[in-house]
């Protein structure tokens, strides 16, 4: 019988790509994050996660989410304004941003110049099965952050893009925000902590002694 | 208006400009909010003040984990909202519970006390039962010479012991609307 991880694997592989979508997730994110100690990162509650572990291990400068969908951009928001020396980076999902995209317009008014959002966007609910969502169905995310308001934009499906989306995360001129297309595979595996509370403390205690 | 809504009127500004000094007074750095008439004083107030983040929401639950955010790094914020927002935050309330975040929300109400707009009470009335049910304990004002007292109690609760509470700003407090 086929284990849990197994049957995901089969429903991952049967997820279309959208058209022209190349990367890997689980090879992308190394390129774009670079020197993740240079952050503080917020990611959301699904693959983002992993992906963001799978860099950098289960470390106090992360604050993964494991519920609470639709948190992580304003959880960067808070953090860049309370921390306006550091740079933030929000790593979250297409399913996690579409469930609060007005955070978008509310980031674009403040715009803060240390918060970059990455969103990794697979076009699927990889959680629940791979249904499609929105952004298979003609839905831009990039265009939705560039309507909001969000003046530093870009999307990066391409291996030559990444260099330039790395580049892009570290600009401290205004609030950015990248579109990571990735093919619908599995996120790289990760084993990380989910007790929400300890995680709080160990991020302050990692930041703030 | 009338002139029971003019005296309530006056009464409110001086109580609302303690409240905005209060909240300043314990650090409170960050003031997300929806707007509402109830808040408006402290939101014209944060939206004046230069050492404070003034931050306009598009709805509540991004007040809630902005909260986290700002406690992740040594900040406090407050989310400003009416009785409605309530219900916009519920699930985001998990991350306020799961992690033990400090939280301190201040509501103004409708569908309470002298409610004229039937729409409202269905709402107005959870409220207090949602917000006990996501592990948020709820305090009330019900009157002006009050509200300094009540909400410095909230703040000791939300940033020296780490709880998570609402302040009820009542209809018997800032006026029942007639509409």
Not at chain 2, 161 to 172: F, N
Request: glycine fraction near 12%; charge should be negative; hydrophobic fraction near 45%.
């Amino acid at each position: 019988m086929a284990t849990p991880q197994e049957l995901r694997a089969r429903k991952a592989a049967l997820a279309e790509a959208l058209p022209g979508v190349v990367l890997d997730r689980g090879d992308a994110m190394p390129t774009l994050i670079g020197r993740h100690e240079d952050f503080l990162i917020v990611t959301g509650l699904g693959g983002s996660a992993h992906d963001v572990g799978a860099v950098t291990g289960d470390q106090g400068h992360v604050f993964s989410l494991g519920g609470a969908m639709g948190a992580p951009c304003m959880i960067g928001l808070g953090l860049a304004l309370a921390q306006p020396k550091k740079q933030i980076l929000v790593v979250t999902g297409d399913g996690d941003l579409l469930m609060n995209v007005g955070a978008l317009a509310t980031i674009a008014v403040i715009n803060p110049p240390n918060l970059a959002i990455v969103c990794v966007d697979n076009g699927h609910y990889g959680e629940t099965g791979w249904q499609k969502s929105h952004t298979s169905l003609g839905v831009d995310l990039e265009k939705m952050a560039s309507g909001a308001g969000i003046r530093r934009t870009m999307t990066a499906a391409q291996d030559a893009d990444l260099e330039r989306a790395a580049r892009f995360i570290r600009e401290g001129n205004g609030a950015g925000f990248v579109l990571l297309r990735v093919k619908p595979t599995e996120p790289p595996p990760f084993k990380r902590n989910f007790d929400a509370s300890f995680c709080r403390d160990r991020f302050r205690a990692a930041l703030l002694g | 208006m009338d002139a029971k809504v003019d005296s309530k009127g006056a009464s409110q500004a001086s109580w609302q400009h303690d409240l905005y000094d209060l909240l300043r007074r314990h650090d409170i750095t960050q003031f997300g909010y929806v707007p509402d008439a109830g808040h408006a004083v402290l939101i014209d107030r944060s939206l004046a003040d230069p050492d404070v983040y003034s931050i306009a929401l598009t709805t509540e639950e991004e007040g809630v984990a902005l909260a986290a955010g700002a406690d992740l790094g040594g900040a406090r914020a407050v989310l400003l909202m009416q009785s409605s927002g309530v219900g916009n935050c519920i699930n985001m309330l998990s991350l306020i519970k799961g992690a033990r975040f400090p939280f301190l929300t201040l509501v103004s109400m409708r569908g309470d006390f002298g409610e004229g707009n039937p729409w409202q009470f269905a709402m107005g009335q959870a409220v207090t039962p949602v917000l006990e049910a996501m592990g948020v304990i709820v305090l009330r004002a019900e009157h002006p010479d009050e509200v300094i007292e009540v909400v410095g109690a909230a703040i000791t609760m939300a940033f020296k012991s780490g709880q998570s509470v609402a302040v009820l700003l009542t209809q018997r407090l800032i006026g029942a609307k007639p509409f």
